[in-house]
């Protein structure tokens, strides 16, 4: 329900998506906001401490990389933790991470990867190839350390570490995405005494041990999360001491401490709103930068919830079962009128899965599949499955009371508020009643399956397997009352099978194949409807950050990366020069035709990165 992602992420709100704000550099987060209105107070100057604040529009569901799937969260793990591989910044191919190498057998079942020996944890012991066959035995063995990134493991027959520096998977069968395993590694000697991982969420003692770039320092829920500069991180340290996180329910206060200088960065929820971009531009020391995004936004329809046990359960409206309506519904939705009048032209019209960006697997419906805006079509599609209008022009249900779809939708979210309201003169046209359902926290109703459309929005990663098994019968819940992976409960044969496929293909160009076939079924299937790609729109003060790395380099975005890319790069403007780490991408601001131009000032040394699913929008 939720990436990258990272990774996963919950329906897009869910997935903290707003970064909002990064605060001045020489403050901690010590700033007022509705739930915390008495803040400590901002350190003096001379303390010395480069602080960056980034603020977020919603809350940390778990600081535990074994349970996230928020964006914020997921996010936060890629500066807690290394992963085996990552994404190089400039062009999203696979790069080192953790493993400076990998290999597979001529019969691709068994992968061996090369553990770099300079890496350490925080609290000075050795990274070896055990912290990572740990991580990956207990998410095979432990269905509670399973809950975030158990997709990842399913194909695992075998995993172990022959040496300090030796890492060896076995496989069920080949897997394509043995360079893209976005999964936190975490330290075996810490983590070996915890009891439950399904309970236990990593918010209690500090700092938290890690070896990514940042160290986990603080945490208050939904106030703040701080961490520290890792000095002995392998890639060099980071140039701002501290990195803050902080709360901000409000994106409008977020936007305006960003117009006095009390943040430095400001990203919404997800974006920047089109009123609050324009209003930035030509701010003094403000810049706005408007990129294609890497996220979809959706409306997603209950396709009845049921568990794998075969269990049904929630109360989604028994019409939407009937592909004919799902269809009629968003032949109903204007997808240019949500461009034009709700982004402004700051998103991209919705068709297929994953968005524009990723051109390996960006599909598009045929004229003949295409289900194009025909509110006439649509009331013949309703005739045709039976609900008909009765004397007041209401369209009712089999039992014979007129139809009103629950709508949930982010309250932090003007865009799910605003495309809501076209809905209820869209479809109300169609004698459709439409009740917006509008909460801070949409996760327990999507849960319990307590809706009968939802607001759905992700991140996809470089990779797309991740988004792509939350719609796998797999990913459901064993039980009602546990929690799956799915996002929205979709369970088709046809869909599945076309994952396997896809999952054991190695050639880039027939997996690309199977994965746009996936994708058409999931169009035809009419439980998700993309109506945008939105773009990334962010602002920043340019005399708070000199410099900052975009992901990819051209027209790339800051906020919501694959990767830890941008916050690990920032250079403080009142440095004296450039980022000196070994490995830096840092990029020159600088304004050209009123448009933000990121140009990278560096390559990174002899490496290659890969990132985060995170999405989870």
Not at 127 to 148: L, Q, Y
Not at 181 to 189: A, F, G, R, S
Not at 416 to 427: F, H, P, R, S, T
Not at 585 to 591: D, E, H
Request: aromatic content about 10%; overall charge neutral; charged content about 25%.
């Amino acid at each position: 329900m939720g990436t990258n992602d990272q990774k996963r992420s919950l329906p897009h709100g869910l997935r903290l998506v707003a970064l909002a704000g990064a605060a001045a550099l020489t403050l901690t987060a010590g700033l007022a906001t509705p739930l915390d209105p008495a803040p400590q107070q901002a350190r003096a100057a001379d303390d010395g401490k480069k602080v960056l604040t980034v603020a977020v529009a919603q809350s940390v569901d778990s600081l535990s990389p074994f349970l996230a799937v928020r964006l914020l969260s997921t996010s936060i793990h890629r500066l807690m933790y290394e992963y085996l591989t990552n994404y190089d910044p400039k062009d999203n191919h696979a790069i080192a991470g953790l493993a400076t190498k990998w290999e597979p057998s001529p019969d691709k079942l068994t992968w061996t990867y090369t553990i770099r020996s300079n890496s350490t944890w925080s609290d000075g012991e050795q990274t070896t190839a055990e912290d990572a066959a740990w991580t990956f035995n207990k998410m095979m063995t432990d269905t509670g350390a399973a809950t975030a990134n158990g997709s990842y493991v399913g194909n695992f027959r075998k995993v172990t570490a022959p040496s300090p520096t030796e890492l060896v998977i076995e496989l069920k069968k080949p897997q394509a995405t043995m360079a893209a395993l976005d999964v936190p590694i975490v330290p075996k000697h810490v983590w070996e005494k915890v009891s439950d991982f399904s309970e236990f969420n990593n918010d209690k003692t500090f700092p938290v041990v890690g070896n990514g770039p940042f160290v986990l320092s603080g945490y208050k829920a939904d106030s703040y999360v701080r961490l520290k500069a890792n000095k002995s991180f392998w890639r060099g340290s980071p140039k701002f001491d501290e990195l803050v996180f902080r709360y901000y329910k409000d994106q409008d206060a977020a936007v305006s401490a960003l117009r006095k200088g009390e943040v430095s960065f400001v990203a919404g929820s997800p974006s920047l709103t089109p009123a609050q971009a324009e209003s930035l531009k030509g701010a003094e020391d403000i810049q706005v930068n408007d990129a294609p995004g890497r996220r979809f936004y959706a409306l997603a329809t209950n396709p009845g919830a049921k568990a794998k046990n075969g269990k049904k359960f929630g109360d989604g409206h028994p019409s939407l079962l009937d592909q004919r309506v799902r269809n009629a519904l968003f032949r109903a939705v204007d997808r240019e009128a949500i461009i034009d009048k709700v982004f402004r032209g700051h998103a991209v019209e919705g068709e297929g899965y994953i968005p524009p960006r990723f051109q390996d697997y960006f599909w598009k419906p045929s004229a003949s599949q295409k289900l194009a805006y025909d509110p006439a079509e649509a009331a013949r599609l309703l005739d045709q499955a039976g609900y008909k209008k009765n004397g007041d022009g209401k369209r009712v249900g089999k039992d014979g009371k007129p139809i009103t779809y629950r709508v949930l939708c982010h309250a932090t979210d003007p865009n799910d508020k605003a495309v809501g309201k076209y809905l209820q003169e869209w479809w109300g046209e169609l004698g459709i009643g439409v009740r917006l359902n509008c909460l801070d926290n949409v996760t327990d109703p999507w849960l319990a399956g307590k809706y009968d459309l939802a607001f759905d929005g992700w991140s996809v990663n470089p990779d797309p397997d991740f988004v792509l098994s939350i719609h796998t019968c797999g990913a459901l819940p064993a039980t009602p009352e546990e929690t799956g992976a799915t996002d929205n409960f979709i369970c088709d044969k046809r869909y599945d099978e076309l994952y396997a496929r896809q999952l054991t293909e190695y050639d880039p160009a027939k997996r690309a194949d199977i994965v746009k076939q996936m994708e058409s079924r999931l169009y035809d299937l009419g439980y998700m409807n993309v109506m945008a790609y939105p773009n990334a729109v962010e602002a920043f003060r340019t005399d708070q950050i000199k410099s900052i790395t975009t992901m990819p380099a051209k027209a790339g975005n800051i906020y919501g990366q694959d990767g830890y890319w941008s916050w690990w790069s920032a250079v403080p403007a009142d440095s004296g020069g450039s980022s000196d780490n070994a490995s830096s991408t840092g990029v020159v601001v600088g304004a050209v035709a009123g448009v933000l131009v990121l140009a990278g000032l560096g390559a990174f040394a002899a490496m290659r990165r890969r990132a985060t699913a995170e999405e989870r929008e």
